[in-house]
């Protein structure tokens, strides 16, 4: 078979059955990957692009990496972008690109493989049918090929799934790992099996923070598919600007994106939202997979005591074992999620520097921090709260 590879600057240009038959299920979800999984749809990431969430003006061009076949058959994708900083990756690399700086090197521009503004394992080589490699290897050399077009300094793939790190590997990319937590549903039939499963003290404090966020006449109500009106959107925006512009000093995403994420992907948002007094004051937006349930962004006008943990984590979980769903992925960093039974997890990025000297440095800083990750992770796992011992029961 001979294949073509191609760049396209904006998935417009991109049939959306054409890239949703190499992004959703397939090989993409091999072994216990989610089969859906939402942020690699054209429908998420046209919605960045079409809201100008994505693109030039800030530093995220697209140029999505296409291979087909004779016929002209879409047979793989990457969701690929042409950055001028290093925002929104959550795979931090400023430090590589001051050295390089301070060495006379030019970082950006660089390749970055990802969902913006997303740090969410999941596909980043796309493909429906790959059991020999030919296409995750074509994407690898186009991509190594659109570097040296473009004249970036490196590659990034970031929050890579099994496969894909697999195949970077194989073609020479360095591997660096990194950590979140995420919540395992053990078959719980409700959230009392989830706490029966601890230790008493944590079940006991579980109660207690889920008790006082409730107080003061707070409810939390759960908004899907239809349900979801523009009013919901307003409320969340003004959740989300409030808390993003206090942790970023300029939030990511704009209103118009929620609108075109409401329209596109509906029956896979869940808003977790809470009212007090008649109206909205905090909220955090989910989004559903065939097996897990992604926590995103969260947001409050009202500061209430552990209010972030019960809409973030606790009714995140509620919603995960109602629906039979096998993990909640809660983004991002943030140790205090162990105490809420969240697990660490490793997650990986691979990345490929042109410049031979920068890239012997950064081999060696990486196998110095995946022992440290690793060694961390190993020591936070005996620091979960489930039950180890008969004396734990109450």
Known sequence: MTFQVKIAQGLKAVP??????????????????????????????????????????TGWAPLHLLVEDEAGALLGAAPCYLKSHSMGEYVFDHAWA?????AGGRYYPKLQVSVPFTPVNGPRLLAAKDDDGHVRAHLIAGLRALRDQTGASSIHATFLQEADIAAFAAHGFLRRDDQQFHWFNEQ????????GALASRKRKAIRRERRDAMANGISVEWVTGRDITEAHWDAFFSFYMDTGSRKWGRPYLNRTF??????????RILLVMAKRGGRYIAGAINLIGDRRLYGRNWGCIEDHPFLHFEVCYYQAIDFAISRGLDRVEAGAQGEHKLARG??????S??????????????????NQERSYVSAAAAELSTATPFRHRAEDED
């Open 258 to 267: 929620f609108s075109l994420l409401g329209e596109r992907l509906a029956d």
């Open 188 to 195: 719980y039939g409700n959230f009392e099996d989830f706490l």
């Open 16 to 57: 959306a059955e054409a890239w949703d038959a190499c992004a959703v299920g397939g090989t993409n979800a091999s072994g216990d990957e989610d089969p859906f999984n939402p942020f690699v749809t054209h429908a998420f990431l046209s919605a960045l692009e079409d809201s100008g969430c994505v693109g030039a003006k």
């Open 342 to 347: 969240y697990r660490p997890v490793i997650t």
């Open 98 to 102: 001051d050295a390089y700086s301070r």
């Open 349 to 366: 990025s691979a990345h490929d520097i042109a410049d031979r000297s920068l890239r012997k440095a950064v081999k060696d800083y990486l």
